[in-house]
């Protein structure tokens, strides 16, 4: 067992730490978020999950965004929990025959703080869906500087268009550059390596399929950032394990001794849980080494309970001193906490050391 | 309506004109061929459906390749169509409460022709499934000249990994270099342009996705046929018309003087049609004009009963003379049939001149 120390202070942030965006919404969940050092602080970027408020407990209401004025306006649409022809069982979704919604719409919001524990959340939305491929909501970034600029990558939630994995690049974080799909329908988990790999860049992604194949983790490269190729599976699911159901990256990878050491998520369909896998150096699509048993896994009531039960989440990473890293992660798709973890510690499980 | 000349030696090649590629099995279909003239010749690449024989009416048997040992293997699962735990009602799969099997697998397979039309079926398989991206199959190649050589872009059909849109080249339709996955998955219906449109390679595909979205038709770019990017929704499935299922797109598109003409098929749940699309010449991310109506759709006995009923599949043309073209097209998932249209009743019908 990986000695991994949860922050006393968790959850961090919670849904009544945040100024709602829009009148007559509320926040559902604030959670999987990314993390980068920015201005001498220690930053989260935050996924805030909202829905308007609905007139009474038998209704629900599924939010989306409507791009066609050319302006961002928030609509809905509203079921009621009496109808039979829908299905309310998952809190995040309504589902008819051969449709479904979301139950929340989210966007990102910067969180500060000076030493990684305590942070005061932005009264505003720092990134908001910004078009039709976003248009149910932009989901769990990873934030990585990389050459004079700051990549946030994320999921883009669409009626039209499923899920895919967007880009964003800012070197200010008040100015936002669009970088459109990179990784088409169903993807996502996506983060880009912090530095180039023999001239090339590198991201994880996570495609999904629908009637054949298992959300395996793929590996990619690039010259531009903007044009991928060289798609491989890179870890597939294993049966019978932990990381049985699917298979995603956390944040950003970062650079060991030993190689390249990328936290991921795994799901054996009862939990969410934290492993890491070790990637060589010079080859990224090569893996040395793969946890069998996961780092960290919902353990404290905030994971257990929550909007979606059961989930540890990371997708944000900093690092700290004395080779150490904060992981922060989302807890039962509702809170942000964080815990510590020794890289030292990881690598010998991973090596077998 | 415009002028479609179906020939009249439809069907041009049907199961029975096809060897078995292995001992013990048999042709499902011949169907969805890509098209290019090659050595005076003017050559299909048909996509040859097979399955073990099974050993009585009561069993399906659905065949898969094994790589696990280097070598290529086939290998099948089996299933009696008397146990309640298997649906077999579409021909083309079994499927059990939480997977999908499928009852068929393909290789690719050049037929040859002086006209167009009487066309002689090689013996032997000119492309096999590969790798473990394609050990359930490969399907509806697109073939097309660019450069010195030949593309071809097909399904790659996998257990692992579900459908992706992986490349072939060839110089002499001898040997052929694998350029790995170009669309991850779900991803099918993938054609490259003949040529370079400002300096960039362009091509069509069709993202699948599973909970939200609709299968529409996406273009791409890319420097080098490898890395692609700027991936854009092209054209959405029209709810209420013959495309309000799933769009895809045809062979690659022609150039003419009024633009990229790219044909292309939708379905509306009950049949497959074929329409076409007519992109700007500079800039084809943009979409001039779109048929209304399908410009062929299942008439013909042969089309409307087979293996899968009702489907005119088109990823096959060669440019004819005076201004016409053939296309050849899988008819109901089982037989290569084709049409003669002239480019000029098209583009009239699609400016509404």
């Not at 780092?295 to 540890?312: S, T």
């Amino acid at each position: 067992m990986i000695p991994v120390r949860r922050f006393k202070e968790n959850p961090l942030i919670t849904p009544k730490d945040i100024v709602p965006s829009t009148p007559g919404v509320r926040v559902l969940g604030a959670f999987n978020p990314g993390a980068f050092v920015w201005n001498y602080e220690m930053c989260m970027l935050v996924r805030v999950s909202e829905a308007p408020i609905p007139p009474d407990p038998d209704t629900v209401i599924a939010p989306y965004f409507d791009f066609s004025s050319g302006e961002r306006q928030l609509k809905s649409w509203t079921f009621s929990r009496k109808d039979p022809a829908y299905d309310f069982s998952d809190t995040r979704l309504v589902k008819s025959r051969d449709r479904t919604w979301i139950t929340s719409a989210s966007h990102l919001r910067i969180a500060r703080s000076k030493d990684g524990i305590h942070f005061k959340v932005d009264d505003k939305p720092t990134l908001w869906p910004a078009n039709e491929y976003e248009n149910l909501g932009i989901e769990d970034p990873r934030v990585v500087y990389l050459e004079d600029r700051y990549l946030i990558t994320f999921s883009a939630i669409s009626r039209d268009h499923g899920v895919c994995s967007n880009l964003v690049t800012t070197q200010d974080w008040k100015t936002f550059e669009h970088r459109g799909v990179l990784f088409v329908p169903d993807n996502k988990d996506i983060c880009i390596f912090p530095a180039r790999v023999k001239d090339r860049y590198i991201a994880l992604h996570r495609p999904s399929t629908s009637m054949l194949g298992m959300p395996n983790l793929w590996i990619a490269e690039s010259d531009d950032l903007v044009h991928w190729g060289r798609h491989e599976c890179l870890l597939k699911v294993r049966p019978g394990q932990w990381d049985s159901a699917r298979v995603g990256c956390g944040p950003a990878p970062i650079l060991t001794d030993e190689g390249w050491l990328a936290f991921y998520h795994g799901s054996d369909n009862t939990n969410y849980y934290m492993g890491a896998v070790l990637l060589d150096r010079d080859n990224p699509y090569r893996v040395i080494a793969r946890s069998e048993d996961p780092i960290f896994q919902p353990v404290e009531l905030y994971e257990k309970e929550g909007f979606f039960a059961n989930v540890v989440f990371c997708n944000g990473l900093i690092e700290s001193w004395g080779g150490r890293v904060f992981l922060y992660y989302g807890a039962a798709d509702m809170c942000c906490a964080g815990v510590e973890v020794k890289v030292k510690d990881v690598l010998d499980d991973l090596l077998k050391r």
